[in-house]
T-cell receptor, first 111, second 114 residues
Framework: QQPVQSPQAVILREGEDAVINCSSSKALYSVHWYRQKHGEAPIFLMILLKGGEQKGHDKISASFNEKKQQSSLYLTASQLSYSGTYFCGTPDSGSARQLTFGSGTQLTVLP | DAGVIQSPRHEVTEMGQEVTLRCKPISGHNSLFWYRQTMMRGLELLIYFNNNVPIDDSGMPEDRFSAKMPNASFSTLKIQPSEPRDSAVYFC????????????FGPGTRLTVT
């Protein structure tokens, strides 16, 4: 079952903060975050594991609330290079490596 | 160190023709994934191999699609016969069996069926 991402799109100025949410109707054991720039392949950002700590990647961090079955990606002091589409992926019941991706959040950072 | 290699990068074909997409995973990775990406349906997992064995092909749209992984360094995705609705970007990704679940995506093959 596909996780639900919100918002679908966000536009912000360089230096501003943004939050992208990912929620699931089923129990989650991990959440994976990827970023895809236009015309390129998705790139892995981080994985949040059940019972694990909040992760960080440069000024991008994420949290994972197992009880609420959701994860949030925090982009602090956005840079132009942060523009792209952000996907969360949740594992299928059969394998932790087999992911179902959300529909994505398109982030545009303007100068 | 080379990443995931896909060929061709672009393919334009006519409806009814056979299309074969190729993928070379990162050396040492034992999991391989084929994805399809469209505006309407997003990023969909088609099939997942582990140690060259297909684990889950429930995402394969229909019998026109088939995938093989004859060895650890090569996989193909075949569409026969192709239809216009198959037009999409097809990604191959690989990952290792370690604690990291990171998937490394190839550059993709943009398929256009006219």
């Amino acid at each position: 079952q596909q996780p639900v991402q919100s918002p679908q799109a966000v536009i912000l100025r360089e230096g501003e903060d943004a939050v992208i949410n990912c929620s699931s109707s089923k129990a989650l054991y991990s959440v994976h975050w990827y970023r895809q720039k236009h015309g390129e392949a998705p790139i892995f950002l981080m994985i949040l594991l059940k019972g694990g700590e909040q992760k960080g990647h440069d000024k991008i961090s994420a949290s994972f609330n197992e009880k609420k079955q959701q994860s949030s990606l925090y982009l602090t002091a956005s840079q132009l290079s942060y523009s792209g589409t952000y996907f969360c992926g949740t594992p299928d019941s059969g394998s932790a490596r087999q992911l179902t991706f959300g529909s994505g959040t398109q982030l545009t950072v303007l100068p | 160190d080379a990443g995931v290699i896909q060929s061709p990068r672009h393919e334009v074909t006519e409806m009814g023709q056979e299309v074969t997409l190729r993928c070379k995973p990162i050396s040492g990775h034992n999991s391989l994934f084929w994805y399809r990406q469209t505006m309407m349906r997003g990023l969909e997992l088609l099939i997942y191999f582990n140690n060259n064995v297909p684990i889950d092909d429930s995402g394969m749209p229909e019998d026109r699609f088939s995938a093989k992984m004859p060895n650890a360094s090569f996989s193909t995705l075949k569409i026969q016969p192709s239809e216009p609705r198959d037009s999409a970007v097809y990604f191959c990704a690989s990952s290792s069996s370690g604690a990291s679940y990171e998937q490394y995506f190839g550059p993709g093959t943009r398929l256009t069926v006219t």
